[in-house]
């Protein structure tokens, strides 16, 4: 998984800190998080396309978070980001060399490596989407119990209630 999962995830955590309908730019995003504005906004498109965020254009424009961060899993980040192809792909290499002059009946049933993996795969996705970015947000506000208030004040955004 690249790293735009990660820069993804952050920056919807501070969006969801600043909890307001005024956009973020992304110059300001990506300062905020120490990378250049082209990689980030890269991420924050394939965001918008996937109806995470909202982009607004224009001299005020910037980035909000599309629906609440309860309802924003990090499967749909990861889906976002990354597609919805399986991590893994078998490509039967069971049936090339040693394998190679078995029987094709050798191969009816599925490869056990596959299944393994297919297995792993849902679970994980499973965990992905049954966390959500309020789910982090609470989670980081429970260890660092500033850090909402640090992100709403280097955004110069009023304090939250």
Not at 34 to 49: F, I, S
Not at 94 to 123: H, K, W, Y
């Amino acid at each position: 998984m690249g790293q735009g999962v990660e820069w993804a995830l952050h920056v919807l955590l501070t969006l969801s800190w600043l909890d307001d309908d005024e956009p973020v730019a992304v110059k300001q995003l990506a300062a905020g998080h120490d990378l250049p504005p082209a990689y980030l906004n890269k991420q924050l498109q394939a965001l918008t396309r996937a109806e995470i965020l909202e982009s607004t254009p224009g001299v005020r424009g910037g980035f909000r978070l599309a629906r609440p961060a309860s309802r924003i899993t990090l499967m749909d980040v990861v889906a976002a980001i990354e597609g919805r192809q399986p991590a893994f792909r078998c490509a039967e290499v069971r049936t090339r060399g040693v394998g190679a002059d078995l029987p094709p009946s050798s191969f009816d049933t599925p490869c056990a490596i596959s299944t393994a993996m297919q297995r792993a795969e849902l679970a994980w996705r499973r965990e992905l989407a049954a966390r959500t970015i309020a789910d982090i947000r609470d989670e980081v506000s429970e260890r660092t119990p500033l850090a909402g208030k640090q992100t709403r004040d280097a955004y110069g955004r009023p304090p939250a209630g």
